[in-house]
């Protein structure tokens, strides 16, 4: 063989088992339709924050997550204007509840998830606001749908192939 078809086959055989590796993603699915409308490869401490103008209150919500060491979703502080129908009234563990003029907080929170189910809508103002700061206006991902927030491992050729059919 010649070296040029070595190198050819030699960097074939290099993305094939690099497409095997694995990586830790933050997924976002249409939940109805099952489709990825979003993905981002995370690390541990990858924090991420929504947004919603709550239903019934009509006050706006905002919860923090953060990625723990075993790609888990960990809310770990919310706040709100309001401490009505829906929103938190009680403390748990070593929660810890402030009034901050405005709003209202509950931090010290550790409430893992194994996933977050938002249910969008435009007049709700849903966002996302993600670690670097780029914020996702979340109806404009799949329209006014349940949308499903998850942290998966996956092999880097899947992670190529979801990106590509967003």
């Not at 933050?26 to 924090?47: S, W």
């Not at 404009?140 to 192939?161: C, H, M, Q, W």
């Amino acid at each position: 063989m010649d070296k040029k078809r070595i190198f050819i086959l030699s960097s074939i055989a290099a993305l094939f088992f690099f497409s095997l590796i694995p990586c830790h993603v933050l997924r976002i699915e249409a939940a109805r339709k099952n489709q990825t409308v979003f993905i981002q490869i995370i690390r541990p401490d990858y924090r991420f924050s929504t947004r919603y103008i709550h239903s019934v209150e009509l006050s706006p919500v905002r919860e923090y997550f953060i990625i723990d060491r075993n790609f888990r979703i960990v809310l770990y502080e919310t706040t709100f204007s309001s401490c009505n129908t829906g929103l938190p009234t009680t403390l748990s563990g070593d929660e810890k509840f402030y009034n901050v003029g405005t709003h209202l907080r509950i931090s010290n929170m550790h409430r893992v998830l194994p996933e977050l189910n938002l249910w969008v809508n435009k007049k709700y103002d849903n966002t996302l606001t993600l670690g670097d700061g780029e914020v996702l206006e979340l109806p404009s991902l799949a329209g006014d749908t349940l949308l499903r927030i998850t942290v998966e491992k996956l092999p880097v050729f899947n992670l190529l192939y979801l990106k590509a059919r967003i």
